[in-house]
T-cell receptor, first 114, second 117 residues
Framework: AQSVTQLGSHVSVSEGALVLLRCNYS??????LFWYVQYPNQGLQLLLK??????LVKGINGFEAEFKKSETSFHLTKPSAHMSDAAEYFC????????????FGTGTKLQVIP | SAVISQKPSRDICQRGTSLTIQCQVD?????MFWYRQQPGQSLTLIAT?????????ESGFVIDKFPISRPNLTFSTLTVSNMSPEDSSIYLC??????????????FGAGSRLTVL
């Protein structure tokens, strides 16, 4: 069974600083990996996903993530934080092939300090 | 991508009562999913709802507590029965946005925040 671990339930960065949100997965085979963002009082939105191919994946709003099989990691980064990035971020994983169950991490709340 | 509307957006309920959450999608979808989001915990899948068949429940969730209906390809309901304070949570409806690249990409409604007193 899949499991997803997000290190740090709360992360604070200064506006303009690097954003790094950590995610590790546990799987016997490389899964499909996702990052979702949830703004207050809204549903989750897909930021980016990794399925196969290039291990560095670019998403919306300047975010990107790199799949590292050797480290079983899929950390989310953004070079320069913006106030509008303040939200909760969820890492998720699923097995490959169609309507597979998606397993979520516990989420990381990102605070951006002016 | 699909647009999902959930009702109610929030409610305060008394212990022992039941509440039904509605999920309306603006396009026909094969599979709908119900998740629970508790503070400090990951989103937990309650069940998968296919039109025309019984919902498939995850371990720890039972039909008597969380009955689900799926009368057509655009609508589903989740009932939280005989509520206790432990059921206070956000309940989220989601659908598979597409299966491009074989990945189950989800679209979510804004959620229904239930508080049980």
């Amino acid at each position: 069974a899949q499991s997803v671990t997000q290190l740090g339930s709360h992360v604070s960065v200064s506006e303009g600083a690097l954003v790094l949100l950590r995610c590790n997965y546990s799987s016997s085979v490389p899964p499909y990996l996702f990052w979702y963002v949830q703004y207050p009082n809204q549903g989750l939105q897909l930021l980016l996903k990794y399925t196969t191919g290039a291990t560095l994946v670019k998403g919306i709003n300047g975010f990107e993530a790199e799949f590292k099989k050797s480290e079983t990691s899929f950390h989310l980064t953004k070079p320069s934080a913006h106030m509008s990035d303040a939200a909760e971020y969820f890492c998720a994983a699923s097995s490959s092939g169609g309507y597979q169950k998606v397993t979520f991490g516990t989420g990381t709340k990102l605070q951006v300090i002016p | 991508s699909a647009v999902i509307s959930q009702k109610p957006s929030r409610d305060i309920c008394q212990r022992g009562t039941s509440l039904t959450i509605q999920c309306q999608v603006d396009s026909q979808v094969t599979m709908m999913f119900w998740y629970r989001q508790q503070p400090g915990q990951s989103l937990t899948l309650i069940a998968t709802a296919n039109q025309g068949s019984e919902a498939t429940y995850e371990s720890g969730f039972v039909i008597d507590k969380f009955p689900i209906s799926r009368p057509n390809l655009t609508f589903s309901t989740l009932t939280v029965s005989n509520m206790s304070p432990e059921d206070s949570s956000i309940y989220l409806c989601s659908v598979s946005r597409d299966i491009d690249s074989g990945a189950n990409v989800l679209t979510f409604g804004a959620g229904s925040r239930l508080t049980v007193l």
